[in-house]
């Protein structure tokens, strides 16, 4: 809150000689800041950049890029996954390779690691039992014989091995 004396001197408002003239410095200082032209930044210190190279010439005998093949329907992927040929005991066998991954016999055998499994997956109930008979006529044992022809398919398919099976 003001006191009442603050307000005493308030009928002395003439300023002196040595107020006016520090007004006026004042005064001259900010008019002449005002109206000074903006400064531009300094310059950095010059870096000597490289000239731009011209493009590259690519070489007439260099191989065209490969990066991207075309994609493919599944509709296309399935078709070419199609059927792999085995030659079991001198006969020729084809393994559809759909009808194989809808197969709950190797669905089974493949969670299982179960070779036979597997093999009746391959095979079909029918080939199955003729893949057994003729394993058995040349003196395989049942594992061996369902690990060999897991192999060959392996390699058929393309992949590198069968696991640990």
Known sequence: MPQTDDF???A??????EQLEEARRVLAKSVA????????????AATKKKPRKS???????????????PKQSPAEKEVKAG???LTLF??????DQRSMLESWDWQVGVIQKNPLQMVKGLLGQKRFSWFCLRSQAAG??????ATE????FSKEAGFESTGNS
């Open 140 to 145: 395989m044992s049942p594992i061996g014989a």
């Open 55 to 69: 493009a590259a010439t690519i070489p007439a005998n260099a191989p065209k890029p490969q990066d991207h093949k």
């Open 12 to 17: 002395n408002t003439d300023p002196t000689e």
């Open 90 to 95: 001198g006969e020729d066998v084809d393994i």
């Open 149 to 152: 022809l897991i192999e060959m």
């Open 33 to 44: 800041a005002t109206e000074a032209p903006a400064r531009k930044p300094a310059k950095k």
């Open 8 to 10: 005493e001197d308030f």
């Open 83 to 85: 059927t792999i040929n």
